[in-house]
T-cell receptor
């Protein structure tokens, strides 16, 4: 059974700091990796995707992938209170396989 | 471009009843996935439809079923409701590309079973 593990948190960081969110996955055949943000009472929103080893940057967000270690992370630079949300890691295998989600890490950014 | 539309937004049912949820994907998207979200279990995959065919199915009992129409709209049905079916049901519209299939979620249907 494919598993995606995340620390449930909450991860508390002060405004302006770097928030680091981590995710491990069990299926070595996983090909694509996604980070979703979910505000309380809202639906998940896609913020980053990555499928090659290394870093991918998009504004204040950087996704990092290490397939050998089966590890994916999300860095949020200059964290803002508006970044306070639950961050979901999702992993997809090859072909038409479905996305498997972790249970999410709650991030709290204090002013 | 309009996003994913789910109706209704809220539903209250009693045990034993059945319920039908509706989802309209983003225009041009042919894939629709359904997920159940609960505080304890997180997001759990129900099924995925592509061009009116069920392409993948999760580990849910047969009380949970779905279908997709020729216009890509999808419905999900739950029969003989149980208290444990109370959850947020999310529909996602899929866009395939080089980096895998990206899912775009609707606002969800919050189902309460009394």
């Amino acid at each position: 059974q494919k598993e995606v593990e995340q620390n449930s948190g909450p991860l508390s960081v002060p405004e302006g700091a770097i928030a680091s969110l981590n995710c491990t996955y069990s299926d070595r055949g996983s090909q694509s990796f996604f980070w979703y943000r979910q505000y309380s009472g809202k639906s998940p929103e896609l913020i980053m995707s990555i499928y090659s080893n290394g870093d991918k940057e998009d504004g204040r967000f950087t996704a990092q992938l290490n397939k050998a270690s089966q590890y994916v992370s999300l860095l949020i630079r200059d964290s803002q209170p508006s970044d306070s949300a639950t961050y979901l890691c999702a992993v997809q295998g090859s072909g038409y396989s479905t996305l498997t989600f972790g249970k999410g890490t709650m991030l709290l950014v204090s002013p | 471009k309009a996003g994913v539309t789910q109706t209704p937004r809220y539903l209250i049912k009693t045990r034993g009843q059945q319920v039908t949820l509706s989802c309209s994907p983003i225009s041009g998207h042919r894939s629709v996935s359904w997920y159940q979200q609960t505080p304890g279990q997180g997001l759990q995959f129900l099924f995925e439809y592509f061009s009116e065919t069920q392409r993948n199915k999760g580990n849910f009992p047969g009380r949970f079923s779905g279908r997709q129409f020729s216009n890509s709209r999808s419905e999900m049905n739950v029969s003989t409701l149980e208290l444990g079916d109370s959850a947020l049901y999310l529909c996602a519209s899929g866009a395939s590309g080089k980096g895998g299939e990206k899912l775009f979620f609707g606002s969800g249907t919050q189902l309460s079973v009394l």
